[in-house]
Structure formats: C-alpha cells, structure tokens
C-alpha cells in the first residue's frame, strides 16, 4: 500500500467519536461556549505529560473547581484565590505554584485581551505556521505568570515541538466530528502536527523525516510531508493516527503493508 492509501485507510476507520476516550479532548467537548472550550482545552493540552488516564484525573482536578463556565470563573479569581483553590494540587512536575500562576496568567490574558484566540491573533500572521503565534502566547503568560508556570509553558525558542500547544491548536482550529473548533481566525493550513512519541515513529516508517530528535525543526518537517497529502489541513491525519497509540488493541499491521 503506498503512503495515501494507508493514510487515507486510518483516517477512514478511525477519525470517528468513539475512539476519543480517553484523549484528553473528552472534558474539553463538554464545554459548549467557544469562550470555555478554548479555556479548557489549553489547560487540557498544557497538562497532557504521562499516562493518559492519569492525565484525566488531573484535568478534572483542575477544571472541576472553576464550574461550567471556567472563562468567567478565571477572569473573577486572583492569584491568592487560585492558591487556596489549589493548595493540594499535584500532578507529576506540576503543584500548587505552578497551576495556580498558570491559571492567575489565563485569567489575565482573558482580561487583557478578551479571549485566548485574540492573544494569539496578536501574534500570528495569517498564511505562515503558528510559531511567532505560539511564541507571543507564551511570552505572555511566563510574564503574567511571574516565571511560576513552570514547563506548563513550552515557548518554540527553546526548540521544543511545542507538541502540547500544537495540540491545542488542533482542537480550536478545526471543527468536524473529533475536534470541536471555536477558533475562527486561525487557518488549519497554518497548524503544525503536534509530534509526539507515537507521531515521530510512524513519520519515521513513512520517511516523512530522517531526523533522530523530536524537536520544531522535525514538526516542521513532518508538517510539510503531509501537507503534500492535505495541502489544506496538515494535520487532517494526526486525531486517527494516534489513536494506534492510545488504544493498544487496534491493528497497526497496516504500516507492514507499506510500499515506497
């Protein structure tokens, strides 16, 4: 099978609702305001480090206090409300002072700005990727958050993929059965393939790269390799592809298949 018939094969099988669970998008769907949606996913995506069911667990912890409407609820909390929300949080590199000034910085971006897509808007220029993009957003909230949100904050100057932002671009941006979209002024042409472990081995076998690291040079690479496939939407294969990751029991042997 060449590269575009598995491609299109994976996608076809599993770009579907069902194999959301448990990606952490699933509390971010529940969240029918555009204006909470990009609020949860960025908290979501920021805090997806580990195992996916204990990603979950501390979603929850996190979202659970700020209610159904957690944009208004930030806007409303200061830093010293947040600290005593979170007294006893913790969740691998990430405690108290680090959750409790990331969200602080939210709460002002969403003040500042009046929502999390104009601070990026600020940023981004339309028609290229979403690195000066990526980059402004987390200035921002390092600054806002006094430097205590820790690696919650990955800015692309330091050569991370930015895998957990392009994450979070991926859900806002495009809006179909898996991801739920809110964001209007970002294109899905712009978006970088958020690369992870699973994401960089398959980009590997398909020879979208040869590099040996997973930093923004390689998403950038293996970006342009699918773009030749979905000029449009780059990251159009990305949801279905991973789901060979988080569900173990479906069949990868497909990829054996694959002919150059």
Same mark, same amino acid.
């Given at each position: 099978m060449t590269?575009?018939e598995?491609?299109?094969?994976?996608?076809?099988?599993?770009h579907?609702?069902e194999?959301?669970?448990p990606d952490p998008?699933? &509390?971010v769907? =529940?969240?029918?305001?555009?204006a909470d949606?990009?609020v949860a996913?960025?908290?979501?995506?920021?805090?997806a480090v580990g195992?996916?069911?204990l990603i979950?667990?501390?979603? $929850?912890?996190?979202l659970?206090p700020?209610g %159904?409407? &957690?944009?208004?609820?930030?806007?409303?909390?200061?830093?010293q $409300?947040l600290q005593h929300?979170y @007294?006893?949080?913790?969740y691998?590199?990430?405690?108290?002072?680090?959750i409790s000034?990331f969200?602080?910085a939210? =709460?002002e971006?969403l003040r500042?700005?009046?929502?999390l %897509?104009a601070?990026f808007?600020?940023?981004?220029?339309? =028609?290229?990727t979403v690195?000066?993009?990526i @980059?402004g957003?987390c200035?921002f909230i390092?600054?806002?958050?006094?430097?205590?949100?820790?690696?919650l904050?990955?800015?692309?100057?330091?050569?991370?993929?930015?895998k +957990?932002?392009?994450l979070?671009?991926? !859900?806002?941006? +495009?809006h179909?059965?898996?991801?739920p979209?809110? !964001? %209007?002024?970002?294109s899905?042409a712009d978006l970088?393939v958020p690369v992870?472990?699973h994401?960089?081995d398959?980009a590997?076998?398909m020879?979208?790269?040869s590099?040996k690291a997973g930093?923004?040079r390689?998403a950038?690479?293996?970006?342009e390799?699918?773009?030749a496939?979905?000029?449009?939407?780059p990251v159009?294969?990305?949801?279905s592809?991973t789901r060979l990751?988080?569900?173990?029991?479906l069949d990868?042997?497909?990829?054996?298949r694959?002919?150059?």
């Amino acid at each position: 099978m060449t590269v575009k018939e598995i491609l299109d094969a994976v996608y076809s099988a599993y770009h579907k609702p069902e194999y959301i669970y448990p990606d952490p998008l699933s &509390p971010v769907r =529940g969240y029918t305001l555009a204006a909470d949606r990009e609020v949860a996913g960025l908290i979501a995506s920021s805090l997806a480090v580990g195992r996916v069911e204990l990603i979950l667990k501390a979603v $929850d912890q996190v979202l659970s206090p700020l209610g %159904e409407h &957690p944009a208004d609820m930030l806007k409303s909390l200061s830093l010293q $409300d947040l600290q005593h929300i979170y @007294s006893t949080f913790v969740y691998r590199f990430f405690k108290s002072r680090e959750i409790s000034s990331f969200l602080s910085a939210i =709460g002002e971006a969403l003040r500042t700005y009046g929502s999390l %897509e104009a601070l990026f808007m600020e940023h981004h220029i339309c =028609g290229r990727t979403v690195v000066d993009g990526i @980059s402004g957003f987390c200035s921002f909230i390092m600054k806002a958050s006094d430097g205590n949100a820790g690696i919650l904050v990955t800015p692309p100057e330091k050569g991370s993929a930015c895998k +957990r932002f392009n994450l979070y671009l991926r !859900w806002m941006v +495009r809006h179909d059965s898996v991801d739920p979209g809110g !964001w %209007e002024h970002v294109s899905p042409a712009d978006l970088l393939v958020p690369v992870d472990t699973h994401m960089f081995d398959l980009a590997t076998r398909m020879h979208f790269t040869s590099r040996k690291a997973g930093d923004l040079r390689t998403a950038s690479e293996i970006t342009e390799a699918f773009r030749a496939f979905s000029p449009d939407d780059p990251v159009r294969y990305d949801f279905s592809l991973t789901r060979l990751g988080i569900h173990p029991d479906l069949d990868k042997s497909i990829f054996d298949r694959l002919t150059f």
